[in-house]
Protein backbone atom coordinates (compact mmCIF):
# COMPACT_ATOMS: atom_id res chain seq x y z
CA UNK A 1 0.00 0.00 0.00
CA UNK A 2 2.63 2.45 1.24
CA UNK A 3 4.22 1.71 -2.21
CA UNK A 4 1.00 2.73 -4.39
CA UNK A 5 0.45 5.79 -1.93
CA UNK A 6 3.80 6.82 -3.46
CA UNK A 7 2.91 6.33 -7.15
CA UNK A 8 -0.08 8.10 -6.95
CA UNK A 9 1.65 11.50 -4.84
CA UNK A 10 4.38 11.06 -7.49
CA UNK A 11 2.02 11.50 -10.55
CA UNK A 12 -0.57 14.04 -9.09
CA UNK A 13 2.23 16.27 -8.15
CA UNK A 14 3.72 15.76 -11.85
CA UNK A 15 -0.01 16.65 -13.14
CA UNK A 16 0.14 19.55 -11.18
CA UNK A 17 3.74 20.83 -11.72
CA UNK A 18 3.13 19.98 -15.48
CA UNK A 19 -0.31 22.50 -15.95
CA UNK A 20 2.04 24.97 -14.21
CA UNK A 21 4.27 24.74 -16.98
CA UNK A 22 1.45 24.77 -18.92
CA UNK A 23 0.08 27.98 -17.80
CA UNK A 24 4.26 29.73 -16.91
CA UNK A 25 4.69 28.76 -20.96
CA UNK A 26 1.68 30.48 -22.39
CA UNK A 27 2.19 33.74 -20.36
CA UNK A 28 5.25 33.91 -21.68
CA UNK A 29 4.45 33.56 -25.25
CA UNK A 30 3.84 37.36 -26.09
CA UNK A 31 7.40 38.09 -24.47
CA UNK A 32 9.74 35.69 -27.19
CA UNK A 33 10.94 38.39 -28.93
CA UNK A 34 13.16 38.97 -25.56
CA UNK A 35 16.18 36.51 -26.02
CA UNK A 36 15.74 35.33 -22.27
CA UNK A 37 12.17 35.16 -21.97
CA UNK A 38 12.56 32.93 -25.56
CA UNK A 39 15.49 30.45 -24.07
CA UNK A 40 13.37 30.28 -21.02
CA UNK A 41 9.96 29.02 -23.18
CA UNK A 42 11.47 27.02 -25.34
CA UNK A 43 13.23 25.03 -22.42
CA UNK A 44 9.88 24.76 -20.54
CA UNK A 45 8.04 23.57 -24.37
CA UNK A 46 11.54 20.81 -24.57
CA UNK A 47 9.72 19.26 -21.93
CA UNK A 48 6.76 19.91 -20.22
CA UNK A 49 3.97 19.02 -23.17
CA UNK A 50 5.97 15.32 -24.13
CA UNK A 51 5.47 14.32 -20.58
CA UNK A 52 2.37 15.57 -20.11
CA UNK A 53 0.92 13.54 -22.93
CA UNK A 54 3.00 10.62 -21.45
CA UNK A 55 1.00 10.37 -18.75
CA UNK A 56 -2.09 11.06 -20.50
CA UNK A 57 -1.16 7.58 -22.58
CA UNK A 58 -0.05 6.25 -18.69
CA UNK A 59 -2.79 6.40 -17.85
CA UNK A 60 -5.31 6.37 -20.75
CA UNK A 61 -8.67 4.21 -20.93
CA UNK A 62 -11.34 3.75 -23.62
CA UNK A 63 -14.24 5.91 -22.10
CA UNK A 64 -17.08 6.91 -24.79
CA UNK A 65 -18.61 9.19 -22.87
CA UNK A 66 -14.79 10.85 -21.59
CA UNK A 67 -14.37 11.71 -25.72
CA UNK A 68 -17.81 13.09 -25.77
CA UNK A 69 -17.35 15.45 -22.85
CA UNK A 70 -14.71 16.22 -24.07
CA UNK A 71 -15.35 17.29 -27.68
CA UNK A 72 -18.55 19.62 -25.90
CA UNK A 73 -16.15 21.02 -23.78
CA UNK A 74 -14.02 22.19 -26.87
CA UNK A 75 -17.22 23.08 -28.39
CA UNK A 76 -18.40 25.03 -24.98
CA UNK A 77 -14.88 27.14 -24.55
CA UNK A 78 -14.03 27.72 -28.30
CA UNK A 79 -17.11 29.55 -28.59
CA UNK A 80 -16.73 31.56 -25.79
CA UNK A 81 -13.00 32.27 -27.04
CA UNK A 82 -14.25 33.04 -30.18
CA UNK A 83 -17.02 35.40 -28.96
CA UNK A 84 -14.65 37.16 -26.96
CA UNK A 85 -12.00 37.46 -29.55
CA UNK A 86 -14.63 39.11 -32.30
CA UNK A 87 -16.46 41.35 -29.85
CA UNK A 88 -12.68 42.25 -28.75
CA UNK A 89 -11.26 43.43 -32.42
CA UNK A 90 -14.92 45.41 -32.63
CA UNK A 91 -14.74 44.40 -36.26
CA UNK A 92 -18.56 44.88 -38.01
CA UNK A 93 -17.76 42.29 -40.45
CA UNK A 94 -18.28 39.32 -38.94
CA UNK A 95 -18.71 36.49 -41.11
CA UNK A 96 -19.87 32.79 -41.14
CA UNK A 97 -15.90 31.60 -41.73
CA UNK A 98 -14.78 33.98 -39.05
CA UNK A 99 -16.75 31.85 -36.16
CA UNK A 100 -16.06 28.85 -38.04
CA UNK A 101 -12.67 29.43 -38.02
CA UNK A 102 -12.89 29.89 -34.28
CA UNK A 103 -13.62 26.36 -33.99
CA UNK A 104 -11.81 24.16 -36.62
CA UNK A 105 -8.63 26.05 -35.73
CA UNK A 106 -8.15 25.10 -31.99
CA UNK A 107 -7.01 28.20 -29.95
CA UNK A 108 -4.30 28.10 -27.48
CA UNK A 109 -4.76 25.04 -25.09
CA UNK A 110 -8.39 23.82 -26.59
CA UNK A 111 -6.21 21.63 -28.99
CA UNK A 112 -5.64 19.13 -26.40
CA UNK A 113 -9.02 18.90 -25.66
CA UNK A 114 -9.76 18.10 -29.43
CA UNK A 115 -6.48 15.77 -29.38
CA UNK A 116 -7.76 13.59 -26.45
CA UNK A 117 -10.33 11.61 -28.19
CA UNK A 118 -8.52 10.76 -30.97
CA UNK A 119 -5.47 9.64 -28.51
CA UNK A 120 -8.33 8.02 -26.26
CA UNK A 121 -9.55 6.30 -29.36
CA UNK A 122 -6.63 4.24 -30.04
CA UNK A 123 -6.87 2.24 -26.56
CA UNK A 124 -9.84 0.74 -28.57
CA UNK A 125 -7.99 0.43 -31.81
CA UNK A 126 -4.48 -1.20 -30.26
CA UNK A 127 -5.27 -2.85 -27.20
CA UNK A 128 -1.66 -4.10 -26.55
CA UNK A 129 0.97 -1.23 -27.47
CA UNK A 130 3.91 -2.81 -29.38
CA UNK A 131 7.08 -1.56 -30.19
CA UNK A 132 6.61 -0.87 -33.61
CA UNK A 133 3.21 0.77 -33.20
CA UNK A 134 5.32 3.67 -31.55
CA UNK A 135 8.30 3.30 -34.08
CA UNK A 136 5.36 3.59 -36.42
CA UNK A 137 3.62 6.71 -35.00
CA UNK A 138 7.66 8.45 -35.17
CA UNK A 139 7.78 7.44 -38.94
CA UNK A 140 3.76 9.47 -38.96
CA UNK A 141 4.91 12.15 -36.96
CA UNK A 142 8.39 13.07 -39.23
CA UNK A 143 5.75 12.71 -42.50
CA UNK A 144 2.52 14.67 -41.44
CA UNK A 145 4.96 17.58 -41.80
CA UNK A 146 4.66 16.91 -45.63
CA UNK A 147 0.83 17.52 -45.95
CA UNK A 148 0.43 21.01 -47.48
CA UNK A 149 -2.34 21.63 -44.96
CA UNK A 150 -2.21 24.28 -42.31
CA UNK A 151 -1.08 22.50 -39.12
CA UNK A 152 -3.73 23.62 -36.81
CA UNK A 153 -6.66 23.03 -38.62
CA UNK A 154 -8.49 20.43 -36.75
CA UNK A 155 -5.29 20.12 -34.82
CA UNK A 156 -4.16 16.98 -36.80
CA UNK A 157 -0.55 17.50 -36.76
CA UNK A 158 -0.35 17.94 -33.24
CA UNK A 159 -2.07 14.99 -32.74
CA UNK A 160 0.91 12.82 -34.80
CA UNK A 161 3.09 14.42 -33.77
CA UNK A 162 2.69 13.77 -29.63
CA UNK A 163 1.24 10.50 -30.75
CA UNK A 164 4.54 8.73 -30.24
CA UNK A 165 4.97 9.84 -26.63
CA UNK A 166 0.92 8.70 -25.76
CA UNK A 167 1.82 5.46 -27.04
CA UNK A 168 5.04 5.21 -25.01
CA UNK A 169 2.68 6.04 -22.05
CA UNK A 170 0.54 3.23 -22.87
CA UNK A 171 3.56 0.74 -23.23
CA UNK A 172 4.89 2.04 -19.67
CA UNK A 173 1.85 1.39 -17.95
CA UNK A 174 1.59 -2.63 -19.75
CA UNK A 175 4.75 -2.65 -18.02
CA UNK A 176 4.09 -1.22 -15.16
CA UNK A 177 6.58 -2.53 -12.75
CA UNK A 178 9.84 -2.20 -14.65
CA UNK A 179 8.74 1.30 -15.50
CA UNK A 180 8.22 2.03 -11.44
CA UNK A 181 11.21 0.60 -10.82
CA UNK A 182 13.07 2.76 -13.34
CA UNK A 183 11.22 5.70 -11.42
CA UNK A 184 12.57 4.71 -8.16
CA UNK A 185 16.23 4.78 -9.62
CA UNK A 186 15.46 8.69 -10.64
CA UNK A 187 15.91 9.12 -6.52
CA UNK A 188 19.45 8.42 -6.80
CA UNK A 189 21.76 11.72 -6.31
CA UNK A 190 23.51 10.98 -9.68
CA UNK A 191 20.92 11.04 -11.81
CA UNK A 192 19.81 14.48 -10.17
CA UNK A 193 22.78 15.47 -11.03
CA UNK A 194 22.40 14.77 -14.67
CA UNK A 195 19.17 15.90 -14.91
CA UNK A 196 19.75 19.42 -13.43
CA UNK A 197 22.84 19.83 -15.94
CA UNK A 198 20.58 18.68 -18.70
CA UNK A 199 18.40 21.11 -17.95
CA UNK A 200 20.70 23.97 -17.37
CA UNK A 201 22.48 23.46 -20.67
CA UNK A 202 19.25 23.18 -22.78
CA UNK A 203 18.13 26.78 -21.37
CA UNK A 204 22.27 28.03 -21.98
CA UNK A 205 21.65 26.01 -26.05
CA UNK A 206 18.58 27.86 -26.20
CA UNK A 207 19.80 30.70 -25.13
CA UNK A 208 22.92 31.33 -26.63
CA UNK A 209 23.06 28.71 -29.81
CA UNK A 210 19.46 27.93 -30.90
CA UNK A 211 17.99 31.88 -30.42
CA UNK A 212 16.92 32.14 -33.50
CA UNK A 213 15.26 28.65 -33.73
CA UNK A 214 11.14 28.96 -34.01
CA UNK A 215 9.61 28.24 -30.83
CA UNK A 216 6.53 26.70 -33.17
CA UNK A 217 8.83 23.44 -33.42
CA UNK A 218 8.09 22.59 -30.61
CA UNK A 219 4.64 22.72 -31.41
CA UNK A 220 4.36 20.33 -34.23
CA UNK A 221 1.95 22.81 -35.81
CA UNK A 222 4.02 23.85 -38.75
CA UNK A 223 4.40 22.15 -42.38
CA UNK A 224 7.66 21.79 -43.66
CA UNK A 225 8.93 24.91 -45.75
CA UNK A 226 12.52 23.32 -46.75
CA UNK A 227 14.79 20.19 -45.74
CA UNK A 228 16.15 21.55 -42.76
CA UNK A 229 12.45 21.57 -40.81
CA UNK A 230 12.73 18.38 -41.11
CA UNK A 231 16.07 18.06 -39.51
CA UNK A 232 14.44 20.29 -36.75
CA UNK A 233 11.88 18.61 -36.43
CA UNK A 234 13.72 15.31 -35.32
CA UNK A 235 15.99 17.01 -32.85
CA UNK A 236 12.79 18.27 -31.27
CA UNK A 237 11.43 14.97 -30.76
CA UNK A 238 14.93 13.71 -29.55
CA UNK A 239 14.98 16.52 -26.99
CA UNK A 240 11.42 15.96 -26.64
CA UNK A 241 11.80 12.28 -25.61
CA UNK A 242 15.36 12.13 -24.18
CA UNK A 243 14.12 14.81 -21.28
CA UNK A 244 11.36 12.71 -20.51
CA UNK A 245 12.71 10.72 -17.71
CA UNK A 246 15.58 13.43 -16.48
CA UNK A 247 12.31 15.57 -15.53
CA UNK A 248 10.44 12.56 -14.15
CA UNK A 249 12.74 13.25 -10.52
CA UNK A 250 9.83 15.33 -9.38
CA UNK A 251 9.05 11.88 -8.05
CA UNK A 252 12.64 12.39 -5.44
CA UNK A 253 10.91 15.70 -4.00
CA UNK A 254 7.73 13.73 -3.44
CA UNK A 255 9.55 11.51 -1.25
CA UNK A 256 10.79 13.88 1.00
CA UNK A 257 9.02 15.66 4.09
CA UNK A 258 8.50 19.16 2.83
CA UNK A 259 7.34 17.65 -0.52
CA UNK A 260 5.22 15.47 0.74
CA UNK A 261 3.28 18.17 2.29
CA UNK A 262 3.88 20.07 -0.90
CA UNK A 263 2.66 16.92 -3.22
CA UNK A 264 -0.61 17.01 -0.88
CA UNK A 265 -1.01 20.31 -2.02
CA UNK A 266 -1.23 19.89 -4.91
CA UNK A 267 -3.30 17.01 -5.40
CA UNK A 268 -5.40 18.54 -3.77
CA UNK A 269 -5.42 21.45 -6.19
CA UNK A 270 -4.80 19.01 -9.35
CA UNK A 271 -8.28 16.98 -8.12
CA UNK A 272 -10.33 20.30 -7.33
CA UNK A 273 -8.84 23.36 -9.89
CA UNK A 274 -5.95 22.53 -12.29
CA UNK A 275 -8.14 21.26 -15.37
CA UNK A 276 -10.50 24.44 -14.92
CA UNK A 277 -7.16 26.25 -15.08
CA UNK A 278 -6.17 24.54 -17.49
CA UNK A 279 -9.14 25.07 -19.84
CA UNK A 280 -9.98 28.26 -19.26
CA UNK A 281 -6.50 30.47 -18.69
CA UNK A 282 -6.48 29.87 -22.64
CA UNK A 283 -9.16 32.64 -23.42
CA UNK A 284 -8.07 34.94 -21.04
CA UNK A 285 -4.18 34.59 -22.11
CA UNK A 286 -4.87 34.50 -26.24
CA UNK A 287 -7.32 37.39 -26.49
Not at 140 to 155: Q, R
Request: aromatic share 20%; with cysteine.
Amino acid sequence: MAGERKRVVYFDYLKALLVFFVVVGHALDPFVDNVGAKALFLTIYSFHMPLFIFLSGYFAKWNWKKCVAYFLIYIFVSAIYTAVKLISTSSTKISFMSVLNGFIYPQWTLWFLLAMPFWLFTTKLIKNVKVWHICLAVVLTLAIGFIPLKGTFLTYSRIFYFMPVFLFGRWCRQNKDKFLKAVEKLRRVDVKVVSAIMLTLTLVLMLFVFKDLKHSFFYGNGRYKNPIDLVWRIVCLLIGGGKQFCNHDAYAISTRENGRKLASFTVKVWRKDFFNIFVSHSTFDGV
